[in-house]
């Protein structure tokens, strides 16, 4: 990770929210679907051993997917934020299209679409552009599948997240409702110094932001609410 010792740090804690814009729906809706599943069967250990074909198939639709859309502007602004910060995007989101739009320090928490990874060797881990299927294994012969943190399973990144969190000069939280943990918890890590910018456009009392101090709600969706801090700060 490439950071400036002379430029103040933003760590933006982004989620679904800022994807959707671009095109990509949200994780789960109310009745606790994704894309007509039940999370249980495309999101978990327990899915994936009772029906591999079937979480292989919907990953490879999610993978596809990333080819018909593009970052937003509130992507883009973001990565232009690095032009006078060092900016760590830490994303719930499994898309690549902070990548693309050009943010270079990104700690993605529950893990990326375009990667895939042995079953035996959670360390073992390749870039995957293409549909992955049954019978696709790793240089040691193991079934490959997504390289995506399920339910029930550990949150490697979180550490790193944690750190960069704690070394915030300002923190800026978009298109998440803080529900999810362990990711909802990260902006508790923030200096009690730290300005934390909440961008909603129907922002909702949150038990995580009770506490901080320095907070600033904004009132938009993703693009115009980064407008909004990208003036505040730059």
Same mark, same amino acid.
């Given at each position: +990770? &490439?950071?400036?010792?002379?430029? &103040? ?30 999370? +249980? ?26 080819? =018909?859309? &593009? ?7 973001? /990565? =232009?934020? =690095? ?17 693309? /739009? ?58 790193? /997240? ?32 730290? &300005? ?29 609410? +980064? ?8």
């Amino acid at each position: +990770m &490439k950071l400036d010792a002379t430029k &103040k740090t933003i760590v933006v804690l982004s989620g679904a929210g800022v994807s959707a814009e671009s095109g990509i729906n949200t994780f789960r809706d109310a009745g606790g679907l994704w894309e007509g599943h039940d999370v +249980m069967e495309v999101a978990s250990p327990e899915g994936f051993r009772k029906n591999p074909a079937l979480v292989l198939d919907f990953y490879n639709q999610r993978r596809r997917q990333l080819k =018909e859309v &593009k970052p937003n502007r509130g992507h883009e602004i973001i /990565a =232009e934020l =690095e032009v006078d910060y060092n900016v760590i995007v830490v994303t719930q989101n499994v898309d690549d299209l902070h990548e693309r /739009a050009g943010s270079t320090n990104i700690i993605h928490l529950h893990g990326e679409l375009k990667k895939v990874r042995s079953t035996r060797n959670e360390n073992l881990v390749l870039d995957w552009e293409e549909d992955c299927s049954l019978g696709d294994k790793c240089p040691n012969g193991h079934q490959l599948r997504p390289h995506i943190v399920w339910f029930g399973e550990a949150v490697p990144m979180l550490g790193l /997240a944690q750190g960069a969190v704690v070394k915030a000069d300002a923190v800026i939280v978009i298109g998440t409702s803080l529900k999810v943990y362990p990711a909802a918890g990260l902006v508790g890590f923030a200096p009690p110094e730290a &300005k934390v910018f909440y961008i909603d456009p129907n922002p909702a009392s949150n038990w995580e932001l009770e506490n901080v101090k320095n907070l600033e709600i904004i009132k938009e969706p993703g693009s115009t609410g +980064m407008e909004r801090v990208k003036s505040l700060l730059v």
